[in-house]
C-alpha cells in the first residue's frame, strides 16, 4: 500500500506474484519434483498435478480441457497460433493491426518477409478501436484465406475488440481467427464454447500468477501440428518437460482472480478514473490515450503529457522517485523509440506519454502521491 516505499504502477507488464498462489507451487519445487512423464508414482503425482490444473482452466474458460495447451507465455502462444494457421490451415493472406503487441507484429512481418504471405493492416479510429467495417471490407475483397489475428485488450491503452463480433465476421468469411488475450484472461469472464475463435492466450504473470507459463486455447475443430518438436508432452503438441509448479501456480492465480473479479474490477477501474479526475484537476494539459472511460481495460490508463526540457526525463525521473511506470509494453522497454501504439493513434512529437497501470495492490493514497509528484516532474 502507500508509503515512502516504491509505487509500482506498471501492472501491466508483470503482477507480484499471489502468497496464495506460491503456496499451492510450493510442493512442487521441494518434495513433489518428480517428472510428469515418468511411470513410476512420483512422476503420477506431477502428471496429476498438470491434468487437474487442464480441467481448472478449461472450466474456468469454458472450454473443454483438451483445448488448453500450456506453453511459456504468451509470447510462444501467438507465434504457435500465427504459425500454425499458414502451415497448417491454409491461411496465405494475414490481417491484423499496428496496434498489437510485437509477439504479433514480428510474427506476422517474418511470414511476410520471408514466406511470402500477404499482409493487410485494418484501420484504426482516432480513439484507438478497430475499425470494423473496414475489417469487412478487408474480409470480403480478399480471394485468399484469412488468417485474423487482433488483440482482445491493447496493452498499452487498453481498448478492448468485441470478440463476438469480430468472429462472426471472420466465421461469414471463413477466415481463422486468433485472439492475443493476454491482458484479459484472469481479468474478465470468458465463455468459449459461445465465442467464434480458433486461437486465443493467456500468461500468468498478469494476474498475480508465476512468469515463464502460459495457456494456448486450440478449437476443438482445428488440427495442427507441433511448433516446438521433441517428445511426446502436451498431447504431441508441445515437446520439453513440462513446468510443473508454473502450471499448477497459472491455476492457481486463474481460480483466484476468477473468484474475486466483480469485486476486484470495480476497486481497480474506481482507482483508474480516479486518476483520470486528479490528473485533470491538477494537469488540466493532460491527454488520455484510446477509450479509457469507454470500452477499455479497468486496468490501464495511458496519458500523454506535453514535451518539455523536463517532462522528457519523466520516465527516468518518476523512477528516482521510486515510481514504476512504463511508456508503453515493457516488452520494449530501455529502446528508445517511442510506442508504436502511440505513433499509430496520437503521433504528436510534442507530447510525452506513460502508461499507468493498476492492480488490488494499489490504492487511492498512492494515486494522489503519484500525481502530486507528477505536477513537480511536469
Known amino acids: 500500500m502507500a508509503s515512502m516505499n516504491r509505487i509500482y504502477f506498471d501492472n501491466a507488464a508483470t503482477t507480484a506474484l499471489d502468497p496464495e498462489v506460491l503456496e499451492a507451487m510450493m510442493p512442487y519445487l521441494t518434495e513433489k519434483f518428480g517428472n ?68 504479433t507484429l514480428h510474427t506476422v512481418d517474418f511470414l511476410k518477409n520471408n514466406r511470402q504471405v500477404s499482409l493487410s493492416h485494418v484501420k484504426t479510429l482516432s480513439n484507438g478501436h478497430i475499425d470494423l467495417q473496414d475489417l469487412e471490407r478487408l474480409l470480403s475483397t480478399i480471394k485468399e484465406k484469412c488468417l485474423v489475428t487482433l488483440m482482445h485488450a491493447n496493452n498499452e491503452i487498453g481498448n478492448m475488440l468485441d470478440l463476438h463480433a469480430v468472429g ?19 481479468h474478465f469472464p470468458f465463455d468459449l464454447r459461445n465465442t467464434p475463435v480458433h486461437f486465443i492466450t ?11 507459463v502460459g495457456i494456448l486455447y486450440i478449437n476443438e475443430n482445428v488440427r495442427i501440428n ?16 513440462e513446468n510443473v509448479y508454473g502450471i499448477v501456480g497459472f491455476a492457481k492465480a486463474l481460480e483466484l482472480a476468477t473468484l474475486r473479479h466483480a469485486e476486484e474490477s470495480a476497486y481497480i477501474n474506481g482507482l483508474k478514473l480516479y486518476m483520470m479526475e486528479r490528473l485533470e484537476q491538477q494537469l488540466p494539459s493532460v491527454t488520455f490515450n484510446g477509450d479509457p472511460a469507454g470500452n477499455s481495460l479497468y486496468t490501464v490508463l495511458s496519458v500523454s503529457f506535453p514535451k518539455s526540457e523536463k517532462s522528457e526525463m519523466l ?27 502511440i505513433r499509430a493513434i496520437n503521433n504528436n512529437p510534442n507530447q510525452v506519454t506513460v502508461r499507468f497501470s493498476f492492480s488490488r495492490r494499489n490504492d487511492s493514497a498512492e494515486v494522489d502521491a503519484v500525481v502530486e509528484k507528477l505536477k513537480e516532474l511536469i
Open 36 to 103: 510428469p512423464s515418468s511411470i513410476y508414482s512420483y512422476g503420477r503425482e506431477s502428471r496429476l498435478a498438470i491434468e487437474s490444473a487442464r480441467k481448472s482452466v478449461a472450466k474456468i474458460l469454458n472450454a473443454h480441457p483438451a483445448e488448453i495447451f500450456f506453453t511459456s507465455g504468451g509470447t510462444e502462444s501467438t507465434n504457435t497460433a500465427i504459425q500454425a494457421a499458414i502451415r497448417d490451415l491454409g491461411c496465405t493472406h494475414i490481417i491484423s493491426s499496428e496496434l498489437e503487441h510485437h509477439a
Open 168 to 186: 462472426s465476421c471472420c466465421k461469414k468469411y471463413g477466415a481463422v481467427f486468433h485472439s492475443d488475450t493476454v491482458q484479459t484472461v484472469g
Open 202 to 212: 493467456g500468461a500468468g504473470h498478469k494476474f498475480h500468477g508465476p512468469k515463464g
Open 226 to 241: 507441433p511448433y516446438i518438436h521433441g517428445g511426446s508432452q502436451e498431447r504431441n503438441m508441445r515437446a520439453g518437460t
Open 315 to 341: 520516465l527516468f525521473n518518476l523512477d528516482i522517485n521510486n515510481i514504476c511506470a512504463s511508456g508503453g509494453s515493457a516488452c520494449t522497454s530501455g529502446v528508445e523509440q517511442g510506442s508504436h501504439v
